[in-house]
């Protein structure tokens, strides 16, 4: 069984199970406008969900949920949490990313969802590539993802730890005492690589966009990130000093 990434056991780490309703809620408001069918009738599937929290909250919002988790020590929660059969829509697998999305997953899906897991992929063209085929046409991707030039990093909270090369950051982080390797979670994006790599998906209209219930949010309750979102919503170059990039794509029609 794989050893739990470093990041999760950083002291950052909060009980998920506890804000998995918010996330859940959080992905179907905010693909909900961009589906073609109401998100209670779509099929789902979450690639890199972890222990399968989110994604079995998902379950109780829309016909069927899929978790597709590669790590197994994460897995085994997620396996867990299946074989309690809490709900019967809900499936998960042990499986890469890497090995998904072709076969009788191409096309079987109303939404696919992609949260904080591009920064843990060193082939991020594949996954995105994964996502636009198991898409049905007029199917939505959900895809958050943190900011690599945001000054604080995602997982370890060290301050401009994305912003160094990776031999640095890993001695970095050894230094704080939270970790021994920065290499999983190096490769977030910046502005100017999630639009090219968006633009090499031409079957994927995709486009930044704000939560659709801001009280949602991590932090979503403050003044501050009321501000930033209005200033996003106004401003959309703003995207490139934003905290994390949410991205809604939809597959074109053939």
Known sequence: MTDLPEYERSLRMVDRRTLATGFARQIAITTGPALDVPFRDARVVDLGCGYGYTALELAGLCREVVGIEPNGALA????RLAAEGGRDNFTFRVQGIGDFGHGDDAGAFDVAVLDNVLEHLDDQPDALERIASCL???GVAYILVPNRWWPIEAHYSLPFLAWLPLPLATRYLRWSGRGSDYTDASYAPG??????LLARRPDLDARFTVPGDVSLAEGGGSRLYSLGVA???RFPPLWAISKAFLVVAVKKQT
Do not use: Q, S, V
């Open 231 to 233: 200033a996003l919503r």
């Open 76 to 79: 085994a929660e997620g396996t």
């Open 191 to 196: 502005y100017l690589r999630m639009r090219r």
């Open 136 to 138: 049905r046409p007029g």
